[in-house]
């Protein structure tokens, strides 16, 4: 069965400092997706990353960076210079291929909240 | 990118009644769509996936007859909660799957609708 654990319910930084959130998962598949969604006060899900199994190059985008390992079934997500704006809970989720249309498994999400 | 709307965007009703969400892709059709729950404070929780013209599939737990799905369409699927009570208030999410010529197939989500049930 496929499983994600975020163990960080919540963290709280000063703005303008760095901060890792932390991502384990399991999966019996050898193909699999992993993704990094936030959601903000309003509710909506913004996509930030989608991830493939054999692709365990790390990505910066900005002051965002995912740090994928296969070997710790891991993919961390850092925010460099955090800004209040990055409040929101952040979820990591994972996705079987399993067929064409693979439901996405969300982790209990982290609750980021970025202090002036 | 692809868009997909939900209507409405939050719904306050009485305990007893039936309450229908639509969820729609704007500009692309989608064979199958998720439907997702979250309660306060906690994550999402897939309630079931919802086939065009076909019967949606339930996740274990999840009420068939309390939560009836109809995907009538390549762009349209219902999420009725029928006789609502307290407890199903709740902010449900749907996504869809957008068919690519690539290897994977891009899921996206809907804004969310809120139910509040008094």
């Known amino acids: 069965a496929q499983k994600v654990t975020q163990a960080q319910t919540e963290i709280s930084v000063v703005e303008k400092e760095d901060v890792t959130l932390d991502c384990v998962y399991e999966t019996r598949d050898t193909t699999y997706y992993l993704f990094w969604y936030k959601q903000p006060p309003s509710g909506e899900l913004v996509f930030l990353i989608r991830r493939n199994s054999f692709d365990e190059q790390n990505e910066i985008s900005g002051r965002y960076s995912w740090n994928f390992q296969k070997s710790t079934s891991s993919f961390n997500f850092t925010i460099t210079a955090s800004q209040v704006v990055d409040s929101a809970v952040y979820f990591c989720?994972?996705?079987?291929?399993?067929?064409?249309?693979?439901?996405?498994?969300f982790g209990s999400g982290t609750r980021l909240s970025i202090r002036p | 990118g692809a868009v997909v709307s939900q209507h409405p965007s939050r719904v306050i009703c009485k305990s007893g009644t039936s309450v229908k969400i639509e969820c729609r892709s704007l500009?692309?059709?989608?064979?199958?769509m998720f439907w997702y729950r979250q309660f306060p404070k906690q994550s999402l929780m897939l309630m079931a996936t919802?086939?065009?013209?076909?019967?949606?599939?339930?996740e274990q737990g999840v009420e068939k007859d309390k939560f009836l799905i109809n995907h009538a369409s390549l762009t349209l699927s219902t999420l009725t909660v029928t006789s609502a009570h307290p407890e199903d208030s709740s902010f449900y999410i749907c996504?869809?799957?957008?068919?690519?010529?690539?290897?994977?197939?891009?899921?996206?989500f809907g804004p969310g609708t809120r139910l509040t049930v008094l």
């Open positions: 919802s086939n065009e013209g076909s019967k949606a599939t339930y």
């Open positions: 996504s869809a799957i957008r068919l690519e010529g690539s290897s994977y197939n891009e899921q996206f």
């Open positions: 989720a994972l996705s079987e291929r399993r067929s064409s249309a693979s439901k996405i498994i």
């Open positions: 500009d692309f059709q989608a064979t199958t």
